[in-house]
């Protein structure tokens, strides 16, 4: 069994399971159910899953198929069936040093927040990953500890008294020196969601919503879901939101309750439910190490002056799908002059070659291989091109960035 049982079970109840027969015996064939990956659309030929739940956690199990000893139990592991909805950008996966069929993802959020948690599909569905796509993910947080934080705290010397006594001048002239021998902090807005030395394992800071108390097979706990990230920046994009599950062995005796500000230490987990198309995370505010990132820059920049002179919706649909990766130049059929270049783009990636005709503005396209719909209109000083997430060519080619603005001009490059 995955040590990450510990955190439902408990120490003494994982340890007097830690065997298969006890585990079998404890849990009996009859309450398991069919698991496995969302993302497959056929059964694993390798593996098989199945899974025991209640009041929403439970176990997965993960068969392993083998020819020349037939079905092993390779790992169990402690599952939220529902966690909290998010967007996810796949960067890369991690094995488990200890376990050869699980693993871990790391990931990046609307936000621009890395994360790596612990995939409990990992083996099921690891050939089908794909790093740089997107998905719709369930993020569960499974607590090892958790108790109440104090809604303020009260400052009396040091460098964090004199800033607040500097603050409290500059609004307030005249007040009294006594009033500022102390200074009280506000915890109420604190979220925090920071990474532990320990992979996969962060320390956190939030508000308790939606609490209710649940029940795994005589084990006891609670579900709550809370926000870890301020809302104050980037509030366009919504803060990082987890579900929590911490059981009573978590607790030290503390029950938590709602709106209570709590803090304590959880393991992270994700649960793929669907591949995206390349959308949601703009590819400016990805991580400056994403081996992809300069390239793409790059692609677009050198691709922007061989258009001068083409028509708008041309211009910038050739910067944005040499953004996403691709090598586009005009159609080999044509070698008119560039103000005439028709709505048509031939794109190379490797050994793959398409002919794409863009259907601009629901204008009927040339002849082609496939069809691309783009929004073409003119924004300030300059035209903006969008594409559909749900377009059958955007999906096909795996565009990540699907919108692009460009100023009027020579050359029609981006500002700066």
Not at 111 to 128: M, V
Not at 278 to 303: C, H, N, Q
Request: aromatic letters at 8%; a negative charge.
């Amino acid at each position: 069994m995955h040590w990450t049982l510990r955190l439902l079970l408990g120490d003494d109840r994982y340890e007097a399971l830690a065997d298969f027969d006890s585990f079998l015996k404890a849990f009996p064939t009859s309450v398991w159910q069919g698991w496995g990956s969302p993302l497959r659309e056929t059964p694993s030929e390798q593996f098989q899953s199945a899974s025991v739940s209640q009041d929403g956690v439970g176990i997965a199990i993960l068969i392993e198929r083998s020819k020349s000893e037939g079905l092993l139990m390779q790992a169990a592991y402690p599952i939220l069936v529902d966690g909290e909805p998010a967007e996810v950008e796949l960067l890369d996966t991690l094995e488990d040093e200890d376990l050869a069929c699980a693993g871990a993802l790391h990931m990046l959020t609307q936000r621009g927040t890395q994360l790596e948690a612990f995939d409990p599909d990992y083996a099921d569905h690891q050939p089908l990953l794909r790093p740089g796509g997107h998905y719709l993910a369930d993020l569960g947080a499974l607590v090892s500890d958790l108790s109440p934080m104090e809604s303020s705290f009260e400052i009396t010397q040091g460098p964090l008294l004199e800033i607040q006594r500097a603050m409290r001048k500059e609004k307030e002239p005249d007040v009294a020196p006594a009033d500022l021998s102390r200074v009280t902090i506000s915890n109420e807005n604190l979220r925090s969601f920071q990474p532990s030395e320990e992979p996969l394992w962060y320390t956190f800071v939030t508000k308790v919503e939606n609490l209710r108390a649940i029940e795994f097979f005589g084990d006891k706990g609670w579900m709550f879901e809370g926000t870890v990230e301020s809302d104050e920046s980037r509030s366009n994009l919504p803060p990082l939101k987890l579900r929590f599950m911490v059981m009573d062995h978590a607790t030290s005796g503390y029950v938590p309750r709602e709106g209570a500000l709590v803090v304590g230490s959880a393991f992270l987990e994700v649960q793929l439910k669907q591949p995206l198309p390349y959308e949601g995370t703009p590819w400016a505010d990805r991580p400056g190490d994403s081996d992809y990132l300069l390239e793409d820059m790059f692609s677009a920049l050198r691709a922007g002056d061989s258009w001068n002179g083409a028509p708008p919706a041309v211009q910038v649909t050739a910067q944005l799908l040499s953004q996403n990766g691709w090598n586009v130049s005009s159609p080999e059929s044509w070698n008119g002059p560039m103000r005439l270049h028709p709505p048509l783009l031939k794109v190379q990636r490797g050994d793959e070659t398409h002919l794409i005709g863009l259907q601009v503005n629901g204008d009927e396209p040339p002849s082609c291989d496939l069809v691309l719909r783009v929004l073409c209109q003119r924004e300030g000083e300059g035209h903006e091109v969008k594409l559909e997430a749900k377009d059958a060519t955007v999906i096909r080619l795996q565009l990540r960035s699907l919108g692009m603005w460009c100023k009027d001009g020579p050359s029609m490059l981006p500002p700066g």
